[in-house]
């Protein structure tokens, strides 16, 4: 059974209220520090994310929280997605480089996953203080208003998320003349501000390298509940939470038709 939407909002609302808001800007030296491959963890990360796992196992008796920073020292929790029971992940800072940097684009992110299904999915946006939510076959919200991903237009027009190296191409291409690639590629350091541009209309598009569950799932199920289509690139398979990483490259478009534009576009790149 899955919980009510805006109990969920409530628990995140107060990770962020209680310990993520209260750092923001106010971390001194020694709360922050390195994880693997560069990336880094805060105070904050681990604060938010204990108040998460504790407040959603309890509002869903028989669940498990996967967690980013509990997956980081144990990956084993991993095989929790192949279980029957239903699964809570939570990415706890999303955007952490932005947040200890100062930056405010950052993120919660929560989403509920059973039997390889993404049930539910939460946003929130601290500063802003919104939640961009989705059920399963229910629609994509945020603050009472059903949310609906852009209108449908030629690449050449199309805003989108990609990596820089990606970025640097297209810029080239257009400076040359070519009116077939699209016309503005951003990165924001955050899936989660970037999942929610995508179902608010402001971007057409995103494509991701490999795929963490706690940055993709929530965003996946809002996405598509907002009318999106997403797709793995090399097979084109709908993404599902997998006990693993799931490698990319997977793209996520305002309808099957873009997607296909796109990534003929975009595989020659």
């Not at 909002?9 to 560069?38: M, T, W």
């Not at 490999?210 to 398979?237: C, F, N």
Request: with cysteine; hydrophobic share 40%.
């Amino acid at each position: 059974m899955t919980p009510s939407a805006q109990k969920v909002e409530d628990i995140i609302r107060k990770a962020a209220v209680e310990v993520i808001l209260p750092r923001f800007r106010n971390l001194a030296a020694h709360e922050v520090s390195e994880k693997e491959q560069g990336e880094i963890v805060t105070i904050a990360d681990h604060e938010s994310e204990a108040i998460l796992t504790a407040e959603l196992m309890a509002l869903l008796p028989g669940s498990q929280v996967i967690g980013e920073e509990a997956a980081a020292t144990n990956p084993s929790i991993f095989s929790m997605l192949a279980d029957p029971e239903p699964v809570w992940v939570v990415d706890p800072v999303d955007g952490t480089r932005n947040f200890a940097n100062g930056k405010p684009c950052f993120a919660v992110i929560v989403a509920l996953c059973q039997g390889g299904e993404i049930r539910g999915g939460w946003i929130h946006d601290p500063i802003a203080n919104t939640t961009t939510t989705a059920l399963l076959g229910e629609g994509a919200w945020e603050g009472g208003h059903r949310l609906k991903v852009a209108d449908d237009v030629p690449v050449g027009e199309m805003a989108g998320t990609m990596g820089e190296r990606m970025r640097k191409q297209v810029d080239v291409l257009r400076g040359e003349g070519d009116d077939n690639v699209p016309a503005k590629g951003v990165r924001l350091g955050c899936a989660g501000r970037q999942y929610m541009d995508l179902v608010r209309g402001g971007l057409h598009f995103s494509r991701y390298g490999q795929l963490k569950p706690w940055d993709h799932a929530a965003g996946v199920l809002i996405h598509r509940e907002a009318g999106g289509y997403s797709a793995l690139m090399e097979t084109g398979d709908a993404y599902s939470p997998e006990p693993r990483i799931v490698p990319g490259p997977f793209l996520l478009a305002s309808s099957k038709e873009c997607w296909r534009s796109l990534h003929s576009v975009l595989t020659r790149l």
